[in-house]
């Protein structure tokens, strides 16, 4: 198989592109096929709201906002209010981790198989847990020659 990176695994890209055949593993953040009820919530609005399915964007503004509303509704310093804090997210329980102050939360295995039209579709095929512990060995193991930019290689 070929090991894609998320971003190569973005569903609104996916659709644009003829299947070209093989087998595309990888793992991403989130879906438009979760089923939770923050998903639901999630999918509704962007729909009733701007009238188009949710992107992996539309995500990142809303979880934005949710902890925006938690720092602005707390007394203390923003780290204080997010400190080990977790919150519902439509991908799942997303925890902030104390230390690095990143988020971690469930990731998905997926695969990239023809869909409609012979187009890239995504199928997801089971959820990974991540924990504090695993979230502070993947930023002891920052390759090298990276980007300083760790989002790019930690966050979506």
């Keep these: ?5 998320s971003f190569m695994m973005e569903e609104q890209l996916l659709q644009q592109w003829d299947f070209p055949g093989g087998t595309f593993e990888g793992f991403i953040p989130w879906a438009t096929t979760l ?13 009733k709201e701007k009238n188009k399915t949710a992107t992996i964007f539309h995500l990142i503004g809303w979880e934005a906002a949710i902890v925006a509303a938690r720092i602005l509704e707390n007394t203390g310093t923003p780290a204080d209010a997010l400190n080990s804090w977790s919150y519902e997210s439509p991908r799942g329980t997303q925890t902030v981790h104390p230390e690095t102050h990143y988020t971690y939360g469930l990731l998905y ?3 990239i198989v ?8 995504l199928e997801v095929k089971e959820s990974v ?5 695993r979230q502070a060995m993947l930023l002891k193991n920052f390759p090298e020659n990276s980007s300083d930019w760790k989002n790019n290689y930690l966050c979506i």
């Design 1 to 5: 198989p070929f090991y894609c990176s």
């Design 35 to 47: 089923n939770n009820p923050a998903q639901q919530l999630f999918m509704e609005t962007i729909r």
């Design 109 to 111: 295995a997926a695969s």
């Design 114 to 121: 023809e869909g409609e039209n012979g187009k890239c579709a």
């Design 129 to 133: 847990a991540a924990d504090a512990s």
